[in-house]
C-alpha cells in the first residue's frame, strides 16, 4: 500500500482520463481549460476545466467526527495510507463543535460497551488533561455520593465515565492522526465524487486552494449528511422535514455557582420518564438533571415564546466555574442538508439562547451571575439523509439485542429521541453489520456514522457518538482490508475484517 506524507500535499497535474465528477457542475478532470461561465436562463453553465489533484492515498476519509475520526485511526492501523478532509479548521465532529464531550454519559455499572477507539479515545483525552470527573462537584456534597452509587454511576468512587474537555479533545485528536501517520486536510469541503462507471475513485474539493481532487482506492463517507453517497448517486432515504429530529444550538457559559446548581438539582431531580413517552421500563425513576423549571417560569412571564422546545441538558463542570455544553436550544423543521435552513437555523438558535441564558440568571439557582462564554461552531444535527444499504437494521433489532453473522462491533442498548428512551444499565446490546455501512449501487464507497442504513427508531441509536465510533472504525478495517486482499468493499471477507477489529480491541460479539 502507498505511504504518503504531508510533502506529498503539492498541485500535481491530473492526466487519469475516462472519470467523470458527480455532484459538481459536470467537469471532467484532465479536461481543457474551461470557458468563461454564461448565463442560460436561470442558471449559469460552466465549461470543462483542469481539476489538479493534491493527493492520492490508499483510503480517503470525508469528516473527521467520532466515524470519520475512528475510521482513520482503525484504517491506519492496518498499513493503509490515510487522507482525512475536515470542512473546519480541527478534527472532533459534534465533540468540539457543538461542545458535546459527554460521548459515554450512557454509561452506568452494567453497560456492556463496545471498546475499539471510542476507548483510545477516553484515555488518551485523560492523559492529555483533556477530560472532566463529572461528578467531581457532587462528591463534595456529602449526601451526593450515595445516589450516585445508588445510580450505577459510581463504582467503587470512580465514575463510570468522564467528559471531554471540548477545546483541548481538537489537541488530542490532531496529536492522534499525527502519530498515526494520517495526512489531515482542514478547511477543505468536498463538493463531488469522482466515479470511474460505479466505482468511486476520489472526490472533488474546494478550498482557498480553489478547487482540487482527492483520488483514493477506497472512499468513506463520515460527513453524517452521506454527502459523498449522494455526490455518488448512491440511493438514500430523508424523512420530510417536519418529520426530521431536532437540531441544537448549544452554548458554554462562565461565572456558575456550581455548588449552588448541583445541591439544587439533588433537591429537585426529575425523572426520565418525564423526557420519554415510551421507556423499557426500568429507567421510569431513573434520575434526570434536565433543567426545565426556569423555562416554565419564563414562558408564564411571558419572556420565552410557549411554543419553544426548550429543556437543558448540562455537561463538562470545569473546576474554574464553567460548564462546557448547555444543550437547551432544540428546533425542528430544519433540513441540514439546504444551507437556507442552516443559515436560519444558527442565527435563530443563538437568539434563543440569550433568552434562554436570561431565563437562568432570573430563575436558576447557580446562573446569577452566569453568562455565555461561547456558542457552539456548527449547529448539533441529528437526522437528515441515510442510506439505502445492504441491508437495514430495524427498530426490533435495537431492542431485541439482534445478533448478525457479519458484526463489526457491539453496542449498548441505548436509543434516545423520537420520545423513545432506553438506557443500557442492565447489560442488553446490539450488534451492528457490515452491511450497513455499505451503500447500494457504488463500489468501494463505505458510509460510517449517523448516516448508516436503518429505520426510524434504529436512527435514535445508530446516531449516538458511540455507535458512531463502531460504524467509523468497522469502516477503516474494511477499507484497509478489501486494498490488501485486492477485493472491493462489497467482496471483502467479513471473517477477516472480524478478526482485525478484535486485534484493535473491538468488542465483536
Known sequence: MKKISRRDFIALSATTVGMTVAGGAGQAIGETAPAAPVMD??????????????????????????????????AAKEGASIVIVERYGFFGGVITQVNM?????????????????????????KEMGASIDPFAYL??????????????????GVPTYEILDTEMFKYVADTLLLEAGVVPVLHCFAVGAVMDGNVIQGVITESKSGRQAILAKRVIDATGDADIANFAGAPFRKSPKNELMEVTTNFSCTNVNLRSLMIDSLLHTGKMKDWAYETSGKEDEMASTALVKPFEEAKKAGEIPKDWDVRSYWNGMRPDEEILSMDAVHMTGIDSTDVWDLTRAEMEGRKRSIKVMA?????????????????????????SRKIIGACTITEHDIKNQARFADSIGVCPEFIDGFNVL?????????????????????????????????????????????????TGQGAGVAAAVSLRDKVTCRQVSIAEVQDRLKKQNVRIA
Not at 483542469?50 to 482503525?74: F, Q
Not at 460521548?103 to 483525552?125: C, L, N, P, Q, S
Not at 442488553?428 to 429505520?455: H, K, M, S, T, W
Request: hydrophobic residues 40%; glycine residues 12%; aromatic residues 8%.
Open 139 to 156: 462528591k463534595k456534597i456529602p449526601f451526593a455520593t450515595g445516589v450516585l452509587e445508588k445510580e450505577g454511576l459510581l463504582v467503587n
Open 101 to 125: 464531550g459527554s460521548i459515554a454519559w450512557y454509561r452506568y455499572a452494567h453497560t456492556v460497551d463496545a471498546g475499539g477507539i471510542m476507548k483510545v479515545f477516553e484515555t488518551r483525552a
Open 422 to 470: 432506553y438506557i443500557p444499565t442492565t447489560g442488553r446490546y446490539f450488534q451492528v453489520p457490515y452491511g450497513i455501512i455499505l451503500p447500494q449501487g457504488v463500489e468501494n464507497l463505505l458510509v460510517a456514522g449517523r448516516c448508516v442504513a436503518g429505520d426510524r427508531v434504529s436512527h435514535a441509536a445508530t446516531r449516538q457518538m458511540v455507535c458512531c465510533m463502531v
Open 41 to 74: 436562463g436561470s442558471q449559469i453553465k460552466e465549461g470543462p476545466r483542469s481539476i489538479p489533484v493534491m493527493a492520492e492515498c490508499d483510503v480517503l476519509v470525508v469528516g473527521s467526527g467520532p466515524a470519520g475520526l475512528s475510521a482513520a485511526l482503525a
Open 359 to 383: 431565563a437562568l440568571k432570573k430563575y436558576q439557582p447557580g446562573f446569577s451571575k452566569a453568562r455565555i462564554r461561547n456558542f457552539g461552531t456548527s449547529l448539533g444535527t441529528r437526522e
